[in-house]
């Protein structure tokens, strides 16, 4: 018990709440994300050719919020486009049963795309569970599109597993969110002119986002 007394010491008594977590459980997960995640996430992102934050992965980890007794630490990343425009959030948080791994893709469309494309990409039934959401806001890197919509399509998933032996599962699920983010901007990123253009990319968006 004494890294609780130490944490307990160097804690602000000006703060309401204080956070004390295990250094050696730290130490231990920590190891985990740098040597089994890092080096093949890093390697991944090489590959799509597009820039790619942190660029220092091991100092970007950090403690994910708690959602019980168990201390977790999280790993995120991000890709963006030539204008430094976002479209890949992912996570991964292991803790000493499992991990979970969390994405959110971001599809920017001008405002002359048509309201039934639109509909199309909101309302298909693949996503049901958890749905695409949409917003409207001007486009600060894209100036020319005016007004414009924005779609974000959200997944989770994850496996208890007792001692964490499932790295392969997450190292792939990460690997395949990766490779169809890139296909899925690649798709859109010119906009949607038909339904078929709009369900082709559906196909893909549906590997890695479809309600399980």
């Known amino acids: 018990m004494n890294w609780i007394i130490e944490a307990a010491m160097k804690a602000d008594p000006r703060e309401d709440r204080v956070i004390l977590e295990d250094p050696e459980t730290i130490a231990a997960l920590d190891e985990v994300l740098v040597t089994q995640y890092i080096p093949f996430i890093g390697a991944e992102l090489e590959k799509t050719g597009y820039r790619y934050h942190p660029e220092d992965f091991a100092s970007a980890i950090e403690s994910a919020p708690a959602v019980g007794p168990r201390l977790a630490r999280r790993l995120t990343f991000m890709l963006f486009d030539e204008l430094d425009s976002l479209f890949l959030r992912c996570s991964v948080s292991c803790d000493e049963m499992g991990y979970m791994v969390e994405k959110e ?108």
């Not at 039934?125 to 600060?140: D, I, K, W, Y």
């Not at 599109?145 to 990460?174: N, T, V, Y």
């Open 105 to 212: 893709f971001y599809l920017d469309l001008p405002e002359s795309t048509d309201q039934k494309l639109l509909v199309r990409l909101l309302g298909d039934s693949r996503f049901e569970g958890n749905p695409p959401t949409l917003m409207v806001q001007r486009h600060h890197l894209r100036p020319d599109w005016g007004s414009f919509f924005w779609i974000k399509f959200q997944a989770g998933s994850g496996f208890i597993s007792g001692p964490w032996k499932l790295h392969g599962e997450a190292l792939a699920e990460i690997g395949s969110t990766i490779k169809d983010a890139c296909e899925m901007y690649e798709e859109s990123v010119e906009g949607f002119r038909s339904v078929e253009d709009v369900d082709h990319f559906l196909e893909t968006a549906s590997r890695s986002f479809e309600s399980g």
